[in-house]
């Protein structure tokens, strides 16, 4: 099986009118080269636009590959709370679309989100709860399972106040650690998905530190801990546009980086039959 991992696309047509077409073109061009499934890891657009989002499934509808098997879409903080700025009338217009993305209405925003992708997550009409969700595609023995978790942690004056922080609630952890789902992800190939990276760099001065703090992800090593207990081989994700991997605890990391910013570089994952696999950062 042949996986393609793309993020941090930040679409966003009234700044960059020609953002669509080149999507359109990257997405194209992977299932040219015989790929067979294409992973995006969040941050769609940048301004939290969903017409964006719109042009983004009809691009997947006219490449014909708007569906369950063929695309998982994760939503990042920026398809949640939009785009951030700290300077001038850019910051004031950054808590405002924060404040107004808690409560209900970011749950409503997370299910918007889901709803304009709902053929690459689910058939269920009746559905009231996206994440996670997990499914298996064929490839190596037994199949590959992808597990899905949604880490945009809802903003909070104390906890979030740039919108930028990640967190997978426990609900979701606990939801695939239940002896069910373990039984029927034993002997797969299990690759985790979630938008915000596990690790960004050392902080060598406080500004640094700061930084760091408003764009982590939360409670790392409880995420961890469910990662090996589901047997996650790979676990990707985007936020930090930078594109490389690392190792923690036998679990293989993998940051695409930004497609905005490196252009048609992605991450492409080769999972052989025997369970082993590659991975490789490529142009197209």
């Known amino acids: 099986m042949k996986l393609a991992h793309i993020s941090d696309i930040?679409?966003?047509?009234?700044?960059?009118?020609?953002?669509?077409?080149?999507?359109?073109?990257?997405?194209?061009?992977?299932f040219d080269k015989g790929f067979d499934h294409l992973v995006m890891t969040g941050d769609i657009v940048d301004v939290a636009n969903f017409d964006d989002l719109y042009r983004l499934r009809d691009v997947l509808a006219k490449n014909n590959v708007l569906s369950w098997e063929k695309i998982t879409i994760i939503p990042g903080n920026h398809d949640i709370f939009g785009k951030y700025e700290f300077s001038g009338d850019g910051l004031r217009e950054t808590l405002v679309r924060a404040v107004q993305a808690t409560g209900m209405s970011y749950l409503k925003k997370l299910h918007n989100f889901c709803d304009?992708?709902?053929?690459?997550?689910?058939?269920?009409?009746q559905i009231s709860t996206y994440f996670p969700f997990i499914k298996i595609?064929?490839?190596?023995?037994?199949?590959?399972?992808?597990?899905?978790?949604?880490?945009?942690?809802?903003?909070?004056?104390?906890?979030?106040?740039?919108?930028?922080?990640?967190?997978?609630?426990?609900?979701?952890?606990?939801?695939?650690?239940?002896?069910?789902?373990?039984?029927?992800?034993?002997?797969?190939?299990?690759?985790?998905?979630?938008?915000?990276?596990?690790?960004?760099?050392?902080?060598?001065?406080?500004?640094?530190?700061?930084?760091?703090?408003?764009?982590?992800?939360?409670?790392r090593e409880a995420y961890l801990k469910t990662l090996k207990k589901i047997g996650a081989k790979i676990a990707l994700h985007g936020h930090y546009h930078?594109?490389?991997?690392?190792?923690?605890?036998?679990?293989?990391?993998?940051?695409?980086?930004?497609?905005?910013?490196?252009?048609?570089?992605?991450?492409?994952?080769?999972?052989?039959?025997?369970?082993?696999y590659d991975n490789d950062f490529v142009k197209v």
């Open 10 to 30: 930040h679409l966003d047509t009234a700044h960059r009118p020609s953002c669509i077409a080149e999507i359109d073109d990257l997405i194209r061009r992977i």
């Open 116 to 125: 304009i992708f709902r053929e690459t997550i689910t058939s269920d009409a």
């Open 242 to 276: 930078k594109a490389e991997d690392y190792r923690i605890d036998g679990v293989h990391f993998i940051n695409s980086g930004s497609v905005r910013r490196a252009g048609i570089k992605f991450n492409a994952v080769t999972i052989h039959a025997d369970g082993s």
């Open 137 to 219: 595609l064929d490839g190596a023995t037994s199949g590959v399972a992808i597990v899905s978790f949604n880490s945009v942690l809802e903003w909070s004056a104390r906890r979030n106040p740039a919108g930028s922080r990640g967190y997978i609630h426990a609900t979701e952890r606990y939801a695939v650690e239940q002896p069910e789902i373990l039984a029927a992800l034993h002997d797969k190939f299990v690759v985790a998905l979630c938008h915000h990276a596990f690790r960004i760099y050392e902080p060598s001065n406080a500004l640094d530190q700061a930084f760091l703090w408003s764009m982590e992800l939360m409670e």
